[in-house]
């Protein structure tokens, strides 16, 4: 089974697009507001609650992320991507603001934020898959890597803004400030997502006849009999399973181990930041990379040994050497992998697998967190590290000994 092309290529290349660069302002505004959020939420918490209850209200939002991701695909491809990312903006926009102003008329408690995190984790179900599901409908399959590229980029520059931004908020005019100004965020992307016009899907006609459960199992099996998106899932479940253990919970340790402090695990950080924005940076330039399946698959095996090696390396400034190269491979195996599952996927299933995709990363993954924690108390960050790192490395390793991946291809811009 291969991708159906939409229409022909388009005439500008994707930094040039008027239609993409609509997205990208709106991508880039949304994911600002989502990193305000985040931290007003978080700030929040803290202050109305004990440490163990903050950890809750943070934690509340993946219950209806990991249930009903699957389904948030199924809603995108029914109603279009466009529609489903203007509804979850214009929720988030007006939860935000009503938040913004509870707080300032009453101290409402934790169970206000949970109620709003909850909303925000089932809003992030099918926004999350309508997402990844635009960018054919906007761009020519050959500029869809360049569009990785600039998403990966302005999602960087989301989480490295964001946070400054959110704090000021907070310092300024308090929690409601910081609310509000998410919520401004939320509204900016609006109008320029109402301005996308979008290509019409070939059997578009034909979508949404069904029930919820018989496109999902439409969309499962059309993955499962892909020759090349089928084992990608495989790939990016090992990659995902393989990388946030240590990069969200195994940093921490190992900063306290070493001494590194707070501000270590920030730099590390930082370093892993620059790199994935260097590896963004150059498939947005760079458009097609010859042989891609074989690149991705490399990346990963060399991008895993660099994990690996960080839980030994003993100062600072090394370990940020490192994580700068963890960033740039993982991140350009990550963008060519997305990449090519824009170029495969038929476009009329795309909001399903792109669901598929992210459910590894967003819901099965995070499972493994408690499992890492003990691990770490018990064995260490060395052994720890190690072993994710070869299930990062099997990942590369099983794109590479798959053929159809192997030899999968970027169309030629």
């Known amino acids: 089974m291969t991708a159906?092309?939409?229409?022909?290529?388009?005439?500008?290349?994707?930094?040039?697009?008027?239609?993409?660069?609509?997205?990208?302002?709106?991508?880039?505004?949304?994911?600002?507001?989502?990193?305000?959020?985040?931290?007003?939420?978080?700030?929040?918490?803290?202050?109305?609650?004990?440490?163990?209850q903050a950890g809750l209200v943070m934690a509340v939002a993946a219950v209806p992320r990991a249930l009903l991701m699957l389904f948030g695909g199924v809603i995108a491809d029914r109603l279009g991507p466009?529609?489903?990312?203007?509804?979850?903006?214009?929720?988030?926009?007006?939860?935000?603001?009503?938040?913004?102003?509870?707080?300032?008329?009453?101290?409402?408690?934790?169970?206000?934020?949970?109620?709003?995190?909850l909303v925000f984790g089932a809003v992030d179900a099918v926004f999350l898959p309508a997402v990844g599901a635009l960018p054919p409908r906007i761009a020519g399959r050959d500029q869809?890597?360049?569009?990785?590229?600039?998403?990966?980029?302005?999602?960087?520059?989301?989480?490295?803004?964001?946070?400054?931004?959110?704090?000021?908020a907070v310092a300024v005019g308090g929690t409601a400030t910081a609310f509000g100004v998410a919520g401004v965020l939320f509204a900016l992307s609006l109008p320029l997502l109402a301005a996308l016009r979008l290509r019409p899907l070939p059997r578009e006609d034909e979508t949404g006849r069904g029930t919820a459960l018989s496109d999902l199992a439409?969309?499962?099996?059309?993955?499962?009999?892909?020759?090349?998106?089928?084992?990608?899932?495989?790939?990016?479940?090992?990659?995902?399973?393989?990388?946030?253990?240590?990069l969200n919970v195994g940093l921490a340790v190992l900063a306290e181990q070493r001494g590194w402090g707070a501000s270590g695990i920030g730099w590390v950080l930082a370093g892993f930041g620059v790199g994935a924005g260097g590896a963004s940076l150059l498939l947005t330039v760079k458009g097609h990379i010859p042989r891609t399946g074989v690149v991705m698959g490399w990346t990963m095996v060399v991008g895993a040994v660099s994990i690996g090696a960080l839980a030994y390396v003993p100062h600072?400034?090394?370990?940020?050497?490192?994580?700068?190269?963890?960033?740039?491979?993982?991140?350009?195996?990550?963008?060519?992998?997305?990449?090519?599952?824009?170029?495969?996927?038929?476009?009329?299933?795309?909001?399903?697998?792109?669901?598929?995709?992210?459910?590894?990363?967003?819901?099965?993954?995070?499972?493994?967190?408690?499992?890492?924690?003990?691990?770490?108390?018990?064995?260490g960050p060395g052994p720890v590290f190690v072993v994710s790192a070869a299930v990062c490395a099997l990942s590369g390793v099983y794109a590479l000994a798959v053929r159809a991946v192997r030899r999968a291809e970027l169309p030629k811009t």
């Open 82 to 117: 466009r529609r489903v990312v203007i509804a979850s903006d214009t929720v988030r926009c007006l939860v935000t603001f009503g938040l913004a102003a509870l707080l300032l008329l009453a101290s409402p408690g934790l169970w206000a934020l949970a109620a709003v995190a």
């Open 218 to 246: 439409e969309g499962l099996r059309y993955l499962r009999r892909h020759r090349v998106l089928g084992p990608l899932m495989v790939v990016v479940l090992l990659s995902d399973l393989g990388f946030t253990g240590p």
């Open 4 to 52: 159906v092309p939409l229409a022909e290529p388009a005439v500008h290349p994707a930094h040039r697009d008027p239609q993409v660069l609509r997205w990208l302002g709106a991508y880039t505004a949304s994911t600002l507001g989502d990193s305000v959020y985040y931290l007003a939420l978080s700030w929040a918490a803290v202050t109305s609650g004990t440490p163990a």
């Open 316 to 379: 600072l400034a090394f370990a940020v050497l490192v994580a700068l190269s963890i960033g740039l491979l993982a991140g350009f195996s990550g963008a060519l992998c997305n990449a090519l599952i824009q170029t495969e996927c038929d476009p009329a299933y795309l909001g399903r697998v792109s669901a598929v995709a992210g459910l590894g990363s967003l819901g099965i993954a995070p499972l493994g967190y408690p499992v890492t924690g003990v691990a770490l108390g018990v064995w």
């Open 144 to 168: 869809l890597a360049r569009v990785q590229g600039m998403r990966g980029l302005a999602y960087r520059m989301g989480s490295v803004l964001g946070a400054p931004l959110g704090g000021l």
